[in-house]
């Protein structure tokens, strides 16, 4: 029959329609392509109101062509039954069946469209096989449609998730899947008829009859009546054709010829057999080889196969195509051989063979095709001469003619389906390249399978969008595009392979959707067989549908197959109802399997061995050897399949009663107890003992410094403590002082030395010890607490405060202790710090200065005791009457060396370094010296633009004070100042005073000028004032210590005492953020260690049964933060943690006023945070640390985790490991196990029954160095989990899992007492660097243990061998990174450390220090830091950062590999490498390794390897006597400017400038040469320019601008640098401003407008 010429497109929409399924219709009424809130409405044609009227009444399958609207069909009827699901009390459930992913996805999609139900879509990519009951309830209830696939439902329904006694209709789609073992056959025969009230059922399909064929009517019944009974329904479909038609018309149907295909060359077959036959022969030989394992068994045949399938693709595409697809048939297969996996890639001489007979393959093709063979392509003469040469069969000829023909159409988009995958590959490139086809665009479609030719998913998605939006026109497609896809764009059909299935006919046919559309049948000429074929599927089409037409309405003439299942052949969980028959049974087995630990050397998985027994056959079932049990012998049965499932059903049985399979016939997943904290935790603490979450806590109080001594009236006795200051430099003097308290401290607590950091490299050495008991009378503790409240308020704060009127006018002064409400003395802070003087011939003796201390309380008891108002002449006016006063020295001889004071006349001799207290400021100053030839009445010359005449004027006018004896000399005095932080690491920067009371300053900044008669003498030498400003800090540290001990005695009474230090203590509950000297970091490191080692020893003990994968997963959960935040919060821990640095201003003395009050804003009254949610948030505003006057702190939940951590390792460092362990006991950690656990393992060690030979285990006990009593416990040490293929019922997992924490705890402890004063950081870098696998690996090959391993992996084998030789050549070759070998360390020779190590620990006893005597000559050397190494990643990130290079990171996809592509900006340079690898982290490891590199030959090294930069700095001098003019760098030179101006500094360095990447990506994403022009919005305020000027460089990819402040008198100026790449280097002094970042702030402003002007960027002011 010829094919017609295609009819111009009709007009008419009524005329086309899509099934309902596809997402875009053309029909009124029936659009599925909007989408919005309410549901789109559709005009419902008539005969699918009648389908729906059957379908109501009873199930139906409802037969109609596709295209015809059957999904709305059953969108209808989903409403229909929804209104009555709603309109009941009842919960009712419709689940939607799609056989495939894409159907689901696309079938859900239009249920939301067109109707109000809450809809969600089931598949696996979604992770559902891995639900659990509350899951599967969470989203029934939640949900009123549900779309999956029929899997997933079977599933559900076999782990009784869910059960269809909710569920008010099934629909199926695509239902003639319902036949077999298709989940669609086993869900209505399993499960269907358990219900009292069965679901309704709707069924979908375009054929019911789905076979080549069918020999008669008979036949078609038989089919039908098989679907209906499966699936308890009654097949129905429109009677009058006719109907349909208006709406779905058939395709224009005709069928063209093409001659057959001989190919003229039958010695090119013979050649590519006889090379196939040579590669099979050499495989074999290559394979003959090898040690027999089975893995290297399965790699080989996996090799053979795939070759195999290459060679049958080429040979079908030469037989059916011709040569020259043929040609490209073997391109695509050189490409697939390239993309092995893993495994495959390891036999690399076997792959080697392989890509020698496919590169002999194709060079055989090459030279029988023409080079210019697309030439011959341009007209249709070439094509018919291809033919006729025979490059290209008749069949491709005919096809290329057809679509020359059919594409003259305006709107041309057709399918071509074709059988195999690799035809639709090959004709799509093979078309592309046609001229005569060039107005076409052409791609291939295949289905996801397991095929390696098969598109993924998202391709596939790709390129049907493509086809649908017109962009491809040609699609060759296998039979994927057969149901279910949206193609409604498609006008013709051409069928290059007939349809096998009526389905298939049917359903390809129906793919033709545009109007005047054509189905085209290509046939070859005089094949009868296919033309027969042809003709009996038209005949069928036509018989199925009559017999559809013919079928009986009543639903009761079907018998539904219902699956009778023996008890035998099935077992059920009276519980829950999950059942597990013969069919489910083998994949359960095999899921359960997939669960238990393993590697790429060994896949868990069953074995099995068949044994006959008479005519019967037994299976004997073998699980790997860490299963929970390891054989079984099934039942006998005639059937081999049969007798594997009733094993396999035997073993789901016995895993379920023994609890390996929970009672949903799941594997266990290792869940919590009921009484297990971390799910508690899990469930109430989300979030918690991470970084991110902050919690609001309170502040546990010292209980050493309360007491009530200070309202007694009687004799006090206190326990003193004498502080003694030293300093390192000499000649620098401080007095001591006592403290005298009311309890009695620890002993390590009352005699410490604490450290205190002043300015610079100073440090004084505070020294406490004890001195007994002192009794003080009640007169002298009444002084004793006047002086406190005097000094104390007068040092730290000022006795006078400054009160102001409305106008800010200064009116009076208010003393700081008028308020006689004010609570000075609080039980919770009782102890005196009293200046002492020292004893002329006993320094240890206590003398407490009481003369100063009398001198201080008498002034503050005339103070309280006077009646006069202070007024604005502070005590001047006061003092006037006080009897000092009347003391004045008339000689005049006199009065050069006495000098008249507030309080009295003292001679000059006296006051030098004295203390004084002013009487109109309140303030405490130290006479320096007399200044002569300076007095009152001298001029006030100290500011020119001062309305002061003289210093008396000064003090009149400003203090409202007349001076009586003008003829004075001025003193110099020193100015108080608040207190520092005198504990942080390291010397601070001594800031200058803080004095609000602008007075007459000359000479060094801090000292003033004032007038005698003005102060008074407090009878206190200056070296106390100095001591004053160590007590805060010290005090500090004291009261810390004290709390540090107060835990300690809380623990001490449930635990006993174990001798920890209360320094150790301190240092386990002080963070990093108090920046201090020591923290809690180096101490959770090693309690980290102590908490991993515990917890491993009693889950390996008390859970024998448990494999790795189990017992690490309990060991996560006993130690992960979560867990250990709620056991510390749990004892309030927390209350005890200190998270801030020391803030002097906060500190209060007794008697002392607080000077920086912080209000309690949290709603509490009491010093207690309950744990509640409303006290946790993860804003990052908030601010740790800070606590309020209640002592409420906002703190890290991450931070008490690590607490406990650390007291863990305290109390392990401290005591002992028992010591630890009772501590963790205490704290809730079940860690303690009973010594006869571990006789237990050593004894159930040694009953395993294999043993290898004698002489192989001695040689390894002198490798060790240790003869096991138990040798089992070594052979189990050995022996890897794939050694099952040879008997073995026991691996090293368990071991290793033991052995892993043991060397991690032995390492550390080793690190942690052999570098007692590096960084935490660098610590943790160092066990890192230790305690890993690649390091235990070299260790295991430096002593020899591999070849002892006992495996039966080819591949394990083949890698180690490998892995030693390039250890050797590295060692050889002395290298300095063993990984830019390239070299990938096999685990297993890690795990055989520490499983050997686990095997020593418990064979010795549980003995840590007989383990560590064995291991630590193994484990040696250790890295140090001298020598560490750090990972390329991250030692490039910290070099960029140290030196201020700008880095950019970006990935891609290419084939399978990903591209990382780094970007480094230097100052005078951009570098940019690549990394190529199948992972993100791999490809960046190796681009970063290529830019160190590169980094190190400029002179850029990190910090730990400055030896390295030195060698190169010393080979540039060495190589500067030849220099190279090309290559020359003109340095800077500074020089000085006293105006503002831009100057540009010149660097030259052409080989700098130049990119340095070898294989750049195809856009440089740091070329220097792209300008940017950049909006930028400045913000004026502080800090804003220097913001701004930050994030232009950011986007720009500029280095970071430097700084460069200089002080020029009070005031600071700022010059700045920006290295622009490759061009000048722009320098920028700003203006003179009296802070550093407010002239950082002005030079930044300065670039921005010089960058400005370059058009480097837009400025915004904002």
Same mark, same amino acid.
């Given at each position: 029959?010829?094919?017609?010429?295609?009819?111009?497109?009709?007009?008419?929409?009524?005329?086309?329609?899509?099934?309902?399924?596809?997402?875009?219709?053309?029909?009124?009424?029936?659009?599925?392509?909007?989408?919005?809130?309410?549901?789109?409405?559709?005009?419902?044609?008539?005969?699918?109101?009648?389908?729906?009227?059957?379908?109501?009444?009873?199930?139906?399958?409802?037969?109609?062509?596709?295209?015809?609207?059957?999904?709305?069909?059953?969108?209808?009827?989903?409403?229909?039954?929804?209104?009555?699901l709603?309109?009941?009390?009842?919960?009712?459930?419709?689940?939607?069946?799609a056989?495939?992913?894409?159907?689901?996805?696309?079938?859900?999609?239009?249920?939301?469209?067109?109707?109000?139900?809450?809809?969600?879509?089931?598949?696996?990519?979604?992770?559902?096989?891995?639900?659990?009951?509350?899951?599967?309830?969470?989203?029934?209830?939640?949900?009123?449609?549900?779309?999956?696939?029929?899997?997933?439902?079977?599933?559900?329904?076999?782990?009784?998730?869910?059960?269809?006694?909710?569920?008010?209709?099934?629909?199926?789609?695509?239902?003639?899947?319902?036949?077999?073992?298709?989940?669609?056959?086993?869900?209505?025969?399993?499960?269907?008829?358990?219900?009292?009230?069965?679901?309704?059922v709707?069924?979908?399909?375009?054929?019911?009859?789905?076979?080549?064929?069918?020999?008669?009517?008979?036949?078609?019944?038989?089919?039908?009546?098989e679907?209906?009974?499966?699936?308890y329904?009654?097949?129905?479909?429109?009677?009058?054709?006719?109907?349909?038609?208006?709406?779905?018309?058939?395709?224009?149907?005709?069928?063209?010829?093409?001659?057959?295909?001989?190919?003229?060359?039958?010695?090119?077959?013979?050649?590519?057999?006889?090379?196939?036959?040579?590669?099979?022969?050499?495989?074999?030989?290559?394979?003959?080889?090898?040690?027999?394992?089975?893995?290297?068994e399965?790699?080989?045949?996996?090799?053979?196969?795939?070759?195999?399938?290459?060679?049958?693709?080429?040979?079908?595409?030469?037989?059916?195509?011709?040569?020259?697809?043929?040609?490209?048939?073997?391109?695509?297969?050189?490409?697939?051989?390239?993309?092995?996996?893993?495994?495959?890639?390891?036999?690399?001489?076997?792959?080697?063979?392989?890509?020698?007979?496919?590169?002999?393959?194709?060079?055989?093709?090459?030279?029988i095709?023409?080079?210019?063979?697309?030439?011959?392509?341009?007209?249709?003469?070439?094509?018919?001469?291809?033919?006729?040469?025979?490059?290209?069969?008749?069949?491709?000829?005919?096809?290329?003619?057809?679509?020359?023909?059919?594409?003259?159409?305006?709107?041309?988009?057709?399918?071509?389906?074709?059988?195999?995958?690799?035809?639709?590959?090959?004709?799509?490139?093979?078309?592309?390249?046609?001229?005569l086809?060039?107005?076409?665009?052409?791609?291939?479609?295949?289905?996801?399978?397991?095929?390696?030719?098969?598109?993924?998913?998202?391709?596939q998605?790709?390129?049907?969008?493509?086809?649908r939006?017109?962009?491809?026109?040609?699609?060759?497609?296998?039979?994927?595009?057969?149901?279910?896809?949206?193609?409604?764009?498609?006008?013709?059909?051409?069928r290059?392979?007939?349809?096998?299935?009526?389905?298939?006919?049917?359903?390809?046919?129906?793919?033709?959707?545009?109007?005047?559309?054509?189905?085209?049948?290509?046939?070859?000429?005089?094949?009868?067989?296919?033309?027969?074929?042809?003709?009996?599927?038209?005949?069928?089409?036509?018989?199925?549908?009559?017999?559809?037409?013919?079928?009986?309405?009543?639903?009761?003439?079907?018998?539904?197959?219902?699956?009778?299942?023996?008890?035998?052949?099935?077992?059920?969980?009276?519980?829950?109802?999950?059942?597990?028959?013969?069919?489910?049974?083998?994949?359960?087995?095999?899921?359960?399997?997939?669960?238990?630990?393993?590697?790429?050397?060994?896949?868990?998985?069953?074995?099995?061995?068949?044994t006959l027994?008479?005519?019967?056959?037994?299976?004997?079932?073998?699980?790997?050897?860490?299963?929970?049990?390891?054989?079984?012998?099934?039942?006998?049965?005639?059937?081999?399949?049969?007798?594997?499932?009733?094993?396999?059903?035997?073993?789901?049985?016995?895993?379920?009663?023994?609890?390996?399979?929970?009672?949903?016939?799941?594997?266990?997943?290792?869940e919590?107890?009921?009484?297990?904290?971390?799910?508690?935790?899990?469930?109430?603490?989300?979030?918690?003992?991470?970084?991110?979450?902050?919690?609001?806590?309170g502040?546990?109080?010292?209980?050493?410094?309360?007491?009530?001594?200070?309202?007694?009236?009687?004799?006090?006795?206190?326990?003193?403590?004498?502080?003694?200051?030293?300093?390192?430099?000499?000649?620098?003097?401080?007095?001591g002082?006592?403290?005298?308290?009311?309890?009695?401290?620890?002993?390590?607590?009352?005699?410490?030395?604490?450290?205190?950091?002043?300015?610079?490299?100073?440090?004084?050495?505070?020294?406490?010890?004890?001195?007994?008991?002192?009794?003080?009378?009640?007169?002298?503790?009444?002084?004793?607490?006047?002086?406190?409240?005097?000094?104390?308020?007068?040092?730290?704060?000022?006795?006078?405060?400054?009160?102001?009127?409305?106008?800010g006018?200064?009116k009076?002064?208010?003393?700081?202790?008028?308020?006689?409400?004010?609570?000075?003395?609080?039980?919770?802070?009782?102890?005196?710090?009293?200046?002492?003087?020292?004893?002329?011939?006993?320094?240890?003796?206590?003398?407490?200065?009481?003369?100063?201390?009398?001198?201080?309380?008498?002034?503050m008891?005339?103070?309280?005791?006077?009646?006069?108002?202070?007024?604005?002449?502070?005590?001047?006016?006061?003092?006037?009457?006080?009897?000092?006063?009347?003391t004045?020295?008339?000689?005049?001889?006199?009065?050069?060396?006495?000098?008249?004071?507030?309080?009295?006349?003292?001679?000059?001799?006296?006051?030098?370094?004295?203390?004084?207290?002013?009487?109109?400021?309140?303030?405490?100053?130290?006479?320096?010296?007399?200044?002569?030839?300076?007095?009152?009445?001298?001029?006030?010359?100290?500011?020119?633009?001062?309305?002061?005449?003289?210093?008396?004027?000064?003090?009149?006018?400003?203090?409202?004070?007349?001076?009586?004896y003008?003829?004075?000399?001025?003193?110099?005095?020193?100015?108080?100042?608040?207190?520092?932080?005198?504990?942080?690491?390291?010397?601070?920067?001594?800031?200058?005073p803080?004095?609000?009371?602008?007075?007459?300053?000359?000479g060094?900044?801090?000292?003033?000028?004032?007038?005698?008669?003005?102060?008074?003498?407090?009878?206190?030498?200056?070296?106390?004032?100095?001591?004053?400003?160590?007590?805060?800090?010290?005090?500090?540290?004291?009261?810390?210590?004290?709390?540090?001990?107060?835990?300690?005695?809380?623990?001490?009474?449930?635990?006993?005492?174990?001798?920890?230090?209360?320094?150790?203590?301190?240092?386990?509950?002080?963070s990093?953020?108090?920046?201090?000297?020591?923290?809690?970091?180096?101490?959770?490191?090693?309690?980290?260690?102590?908490?991993?080692?515990?917890?491993?020893?009693?889950?390996?003990?008390?859970?024998?049964?448990?494999?790795?994968?189990?017992?690490?997963?309990?060991?996560?959960?006993?130690?992960?933060?979560?867990?250990?935040?709620?056991?510390?919060?749990?004892?309030?821990l927390?209350?005890?943690?200190? =998270?801030?640095?020391?803030? #002097? &201003?906060?500190?209060?003395?007794?008697? @002392?006023?607080? /000077?920086?009050? $912080?209000? *309690?804003? !949290?709603?509490? =009254?009491?010093?207690?945070? #309950? &744990?509640?949610?409303?006290?946790?948030? @993860?804003?990052? /505003?908030?601010? $740790?640390? *800070?606590? !309020?006057?209640r002592?409420?702190?906002?703190?890290?939940?991450?931070?008490?985790?690590?607490?406990?951590?650390?007291?863990?390792?305290?109390?392990?460092?401290?005591?002992?490991?028992?010591?630890?362990?009772?501590?963790?006991?205490?704290?809730?950690?079940?860690?303690?196990?009973?010594?006869?656990?571990?006789?237990?393992?050593?004894?159930?060690?040694?009953?395993?029954c294999?043993?290898?030979?004698s002489?192989?285990?001695?040689?390894?006990?002198?490798?060790?160095g240790?003869?096991f009593?138990?040798?089992?416990?070594?052979?189990?040490?050995i022996?890897?989990?794939?050694?099952?293929?040879?008997?073995?019922?026991?691996?090293?997992?368990?071991?290793?899992?033991?052995?892993?924490?043991?060397?991690?705890?032995?390492?550390t402890r080793?690190?942690?007492e052999?570098?007692?004063?590096?960084?935490?950081?660098?610590?943790?870098?160092?066990?890192?660097?230790?305690?890993?696998?690649?390091?235990?690996?070299?260790?295991?090959?430096?002593?020899?243990?591999?070849?002892?391993?006992?495996?039966?992996?080819g591949?394990?084998?083949?890698?180690?061998?490998?892995?030693?030789?390039?250890?050797?050549?590295?060692?050889?070759?002395?290298?300095?990174?063993?990984?830019?070998?390239?070299s990938?360390?096999?685990?297993?020779?890690?795990?055989?450390l520490?499983?050997i190590?686990?095997?020593?620990?418990?064979?010795?006893?549980?003995?840590?220090?007989?383990?560590?005597?064995?291991?630590?000559?193994?484990?040696?050397?250790?890295?140090?830091?001298?020598?560490?190494?750090?990972?390329?990643?991250?030692?490039?990130?910290?070099?960029?950062?140290?030196?201020?290079?700008?880095?950019?990171?970006?990935?891609?996809?290419?084939?399978?590999?990903?591209?990382?592509?780094?970007?480094?900006?230097?100052?005078?340079?951009?570098?940019?490498?690549?990394?190529?690898?199948?992972?993100?982290?791999?490809?960046?490891?190796?681009?970063?390794?290529?830019?160190?590199?590169?980094?190190?030959e400029?002179?850029?090294?990190?910090?730990?390897?400055?030896?390295?930069?030195?060698?190169?700095?010393?080979?540039?001098?060495?190589?500067?006597?030849?220099?190279?003019?090309?290559?020359?760098i003109?340095?800077?030179?500074?020089?000085?400017?006293?105006?503002?101006?831009?100057?540009?500094?010149?660097?030259?360095?052409?080989?700098?400038?130049?990119?340095?990447?070898?294989?750049?990506?195809?856009?440089?994403?740091?070329?220097?040469?792209?300008?940017?022009?950049?909006?930028?919005?400045?913000?004026m305020?502080?800090?804003?320019?220097?913001?701004?000027?930050?994030?232009?460089?950011?986007?720009?990819?500029?280095?970071?601008?430097?700084?460069?402040?200089?002080?020029?008198?009070?005031?600071?100026?700022?010059?700045?640098?920006?290295?622009?790449?490759?061009?000048?280097?722009?320098?920028?002094?700003?203006?003179?401003?009296?802070?550093?970042?407010?002239?950082?702030?002005?030079?930044?402003?300065?670039?921005?407008?010089?960058?400005?002007?370059?058009?480097?960027?837009?400025?915004?002011?904002?």
């Open positions: 029959m010829a094919i017609a010429e295609p009819c111009p497109e009709m007009t008419n929409p009524l005329k086309r329609n899509h099934e309902g399924k596809e997402v875009v219709s053309v029909v009124k009424g029936q659009c599925l392509e909007a989408k919005g809130s309410k549901p789109e409405e559709f005009e419902p044609r008539s005969y699918q109101i009648d389908i729906l009227k059957v379908a109501m009444k009873r199930n139906t399958i409802a037969v109609l062509d596709t295209g015809s609207g059957k999904t709305m069909i059953a969108v209808m009827l989903m409403k229909e039954i929804g209104q009555v709603k309109s009941g009390e009842d919960k009712g459930l419709m689940i939607f069946l056989p495939t992913v894409h159907l689901v996805t696309q079938q859900c999609e239009v249920i939301k469209i067109h109707t109000n139900f809450r809809v969600m879509d089931y598949h696996g990519a979604k992770g559902i096989d891995e639900w659990n009951k509350q899951c599967w309830d969470r989203e029934i209830n939640s949900q009123e449609v549900m779309v999956m696939t029929p899997q997933i439902l079977l599933d559900a329904l076999r782990n009784a998730f869910v059960t269809l006694d909710i569920v008010k209709l099934i629909i199926f789609d695509e239902c003639h899947h319902a036949k077999g073992n298709h989940p669609y056959t086993k869900i209505m025969t399993e499960f269907y008829h358990k219900p009292a009230n069965k679901p309704k709707f069924g979908m399909t375009a054929s019911p009859v789905i076979r080549k064929g069918v020999t008669s009517i008979d036949d078609c019944e038989e089919q039908i009546s679907l209906e009974r499966i699936l329904s009654q097949v129905y479909t429109v009677e009058d054709r006719d109907v349909v038609e208006v709406f779905v018309p058939l395709p224009k149907e005709s069928n063209v010829y093409y001659d057959p295909f001989v190919c003229p060359y039958e010695d090119l077959k013979i050649k590519l057999d006889t090379l196939w036959q040579k590669f099979n022969a050499l495989l074999s030989l290559k394979q003959s080889e090898q040690i027999n394992y089975k893995d290297t399965e790699i080989y045949g996996n090799l053979k196969k795939k070759t195999w399938k290459c060679h049958d693709k080429i040979m079908h595409c030469l037989d059916n195509l011709g040569p020259a697809c043929a040609y490209e048939a073997a391109k695509f297969c050189m490409e697939k051989i390239g993309l092995l996996n893993e495994l495959e890639r390891s036999i690399f001489p076997a792959l080697g063979l392989c890509k020698s007979y496919l590169d002999e393959v194709f060079h055989t093709l090459k030279e095709v023409p080079p210019d063979i697309g030439n011959w392509f341009e007209r249709e003469e070439g094509l018919a001469l291809a033919v006729q040469k025979g490059y290209i069969s008749p069949k491709l000829c005919k096809l290329v003619r057809v679509i020359c023909l059919l594409g003259t159409s305006k709107l041309f988009h057709c399918l071509i389906f074709v059988e195999r995958i690799i035809a639709a590959k090959v004709l799509a490139c093979f078309v592309s390249k046609m001229s086809l060039s107005e076409f665009t052409s791609s291939y479609l295949t289905g996801d399978t397991s095929s390696s030719d098969a598109l993924a998913p998202k391709v998605k790709q390129t049907l969008d493509l086809f939006s017109g962009k491809v026109n040609l699609l060759f497609t296998t039979d994927v595009a057969e149901e279910g896809m949206d193609l409604h764009i498609c006008s013709s059909v051409i290059f392979d007939l349809p096998k299935t009526i389905r298939s006919y049917i359903q390809s046919r129906g793919r033709a959707r545009h109007t005047d559309s054509h189905y085209v049948l290509m046939l070859e000429r005089d094949n009868i067989k296919d033309r027969d074929a042809l003709f009996d599927l038209i005949r069928s089409v036509q018989s199925m549908r009559d017999t559809t037409l013919s079928r009986d309405s009543a639903i009761d003439n079907c018998i539904p197959i219902v699956s009778h299942l023996d008890e035998a052949y099935f077992y059920s969980v009276p519980s829950t109802g999950a059942t597990v028959t013969l069919d489910s049974s083998i994949n359960l087995l095999y899921k359960y399997c997939d669960k238990l630990p393993g590697d790429k050397y060994y896949t868990p998985r069953p074995a099995f061995q068949y027994v008479g005519k019967f056959y037994q299976c004997t079932l073998t699980l790997p050897p860490n299963a929970a049990f390891h054989m079984l012998k099934g039942p006998v049965n005639r059937n081999s399949h049969v007798s594997r499932q009733l094993a396999c059903l035997e073993a789901c049985q016995k895993l379920h009663k023994i609890g390996a399979l929970d009672d949903h016939l799941l594997p266990i997943i290792e919590p107890e009921e009484n297990d904290l971390v799910g508690e935790t899990i469930r109430s603490s989300l979030g918690a003992g991470t970084t991110r979450r902050k919690e609001l806590h502040t546990a109080q010292v209980h050493a410094i309360s007491g009530t001594w200070s309202h007694e009236v009687d004799d006090v006795t206190f326990h003193a403590y004498k502080v003694s200051f030293s300093s390192n430099t000499i000649g620098e003097q401080y007095s002082f006592v403290l005298l308290m009311g309890t009695l401290l620890d002993n390590d607590v009352a005699n410490t030395k604490i450290n205190l950091n002043l300015k610079s490299n100073k440090v004084v050495e505070s020294c406490i010890f004890s001195c007994g008991e002192i009794n003080l009378n009640a007169d002298q503790v009444r002084k004793s607490k006047l002086f406190h409240e005097m000094f104390y308020n007068a040092l730290y704060r000022k006795l006078f405060q400054m009160l102001k009127n409305l106008n006018v200064e009076q002064k208010e003393g700081l202790l008028e308020n006689g409400n004010m609570q000075l003395w609080t039980t919770s802070n009782m102890y005196l710090l009293l200046p002492l003087i020292i004893a002329p011939h006993d320094h240890e003796a206590v003398s407490i200065d009481w003369e100063g201390v009398n001198a201080c309380a008498t002034m008891n005339f103070w309280k005791n006077t009646s006069l108002p202070i007024g604005k002449c502070g005590f001047f006016g006061a003092m006037q009457s006080w009897s000092f006063f009347s004045t020295c008339e000689d005049e001889h006199m009065m050069s060396r006495i000098f008249q004071l507030a309080n009295g006349a003292f001679p000059i001799s006296d006051l030098k370094h004295r203390v004084v207290l002013s009487v109109h400021t309140g303030r405490v100053y130290c006479i320096m010296d007399m200044i002569h030839n300076t007095m009152a009445d001298s001029p006030f010359e100290e500011d020119a633009t001062s309305q002061y005449s003289s210093y008396a004027d000064y003090f009149k006018k400003k203090y409202n004070i007349e001076l009586k003008p003829g004075q000399p001025l003193f110099l005095l020193k100015q108080s100042h608040n207190p520092h932080n005198l504990l942080l690491a390291g010397s601070f920067e001594k800031s200058g803080e004095d609000d009371v602008k007075m007459p300053v000359n060094p900044q801090g000292f003033i000028r004032m007038p005698p008669e003005l102060l008074v003498n407090l009878s206190l030498s200056g070296d106390v004032l100095k001591s004053f400003y160590l007590l805060p800090s010290l005090m500090h540290r004291m009261e810390s210590l004290m709390l540090a001990c107060q835990l300690r005695k809380e623990i001490t009474c449930q635990i006993g005492d174990h001798n920890v230090s209360s320094a150790l203590m301190l240092e386990a509950i002080t990093k953020r108090c920046s201090e000297n020591f923290s809690l970091e180096r101490l959770e490191l090693l309690g980290d260690s102590v908490l991993k080692y515990a917890v491993s020893c009693k889950l390996f003990l008390k859970y024998p049964e448990k494999h790795e994968g189990q017992l690490s997963a309990c060991r996560s959960r006993a130690v992960c933060n979560a867990t250990l935040h709620k056991l510390a919060t749990n004892h309030k927390q209350n005890y943690i200190r =998270d801030a640095p020391f803030d #002097p &201003l906060r500190w209060v003395a007794p008697g @002392q006023c607080i /000077a920086l009050p $912080v209000p *309690c804003k !949290c709603g509490l =009254d009491t010093r207690d945070v #309950p &744990l509640d949610s409303q006290y946790v948030t @993860q804003s990052t /505003a908030t601010k $740790v640390g *800070c606590a !309020c006057d002592g409420h702190r906002w703190m890290c939940s991450k931070t008490i985790a690590d607490c406990l951590e650390a007291l863990i390792g305290a109390y392990f460092l401290g005591g002992s490991l028992k010591a630890a362990i009772s501590f963790m006991n205490l704290m809730g950690i079940d860690c303690e196990y009973d010594a006869t656990l571990v006789e237990e393992a050593a004894n159930s060690a040694s009953l395993r294999y043993i290898p030979k002489e192989d285990l001695e040689l390894l006990e002198t490798k060790i240790y003869t009593l138990v040798k089992a416990l070594l052979v189990e040490s022996t890897h989990a794939s050694r099952q293929e040879f008997g073995a019922g026991f691996c090293y997992q368990r071991l290793e899992f033991l052995g892993d924490s043991l060397l991690d705890l032995l390492t080793y690190l942690f052999k570098h007692r004063d590096i960084d935490p950081g660098v610590l943790t870098d160092l066990r890192s660097a230790s305690v890993n696998n690649e390091n235990f690996a070299q260790i295991a090959v430096k002593h020899d243990l591999q070849p002892h391993l006992l495996h039966a992996s591949l394990l084998l083949g890698q180690i061998t490998e892995y030693v030789q390039r250890v050797k050549d590295y060692h050889d070759s002395k290298c300095q990174d063993l990984s830019l070998t390239r990938k360390c096999p685990k297993v020779l890690g795990d055989l520490e499983s190590a686990g095997a020593i620990l418990i064979d010795s006893g549980f003995n840590l220090e007989t383990v560590w005597r064995l291991l630590e000559p193994i484990l040696s050397p250790f890295v140090t830091p001298c020598n560490l190494p750090l990972p390329p990643v991250r030692e490039l990130y910290e070099l960029c950062d140290s030196k201020g290079f700008t880095r950019r990171v970006e990935y891609a996809e290419k084939d399978l590999s990903i591209v990382a592509t780094v970007g480094i900006q230097l100052r005078d340079a951009r570098l940019v490498r690549t990394g190529v690898e199948r992972k993100k982290k791999l490809a960046m490891e190796q681009a970063a390794r290529q830019l160190l590199a590169d980094l190190e400029r002179g850029h090294v990190h910090s730990r390897f400055v030896s390295r930069r030195s060698r190169h700095v010393n080979e540039v001098v060495n190589n500067s006597t030849n220099p190279n003019p090309s290559t020359s003109t340095m800077p030179t500074d020089s000085n400017s006293t105006e503002n101006s831009f100057k540009k500094r010149r660097i030259m360095n052409e080989s700098c400038s130049l990119e340095t990447s070898p294989d750049p990506p195809s856009v440089d994403l740091c070329d220097p040469n792209v300008t940017m022009l950049v909006k930028v919005s400045v913000d305020r502080k800090g804003g320019p220097r913001t701004s000027l930050h994030l232009l460089c950011k986007k720009l990819n500029y280095k970071m601008p430097e700084y460069q402040s200089i002080a020029e008198g009070s005031r600071f100026v700022t010059k700045m640098i920006l290295y622009l790449p490759n061009s000048d280097a722009i320098e920028i002094k700003g203006e003179q401003r009296t802070d550093k970042k407010s002239s950082q702030d002005s030079a930044a402003l300065l670039m921005l407008h010089e960058l400005g002007r370059l058009q480097r960027c837009i400025l915004e002011e904002c």
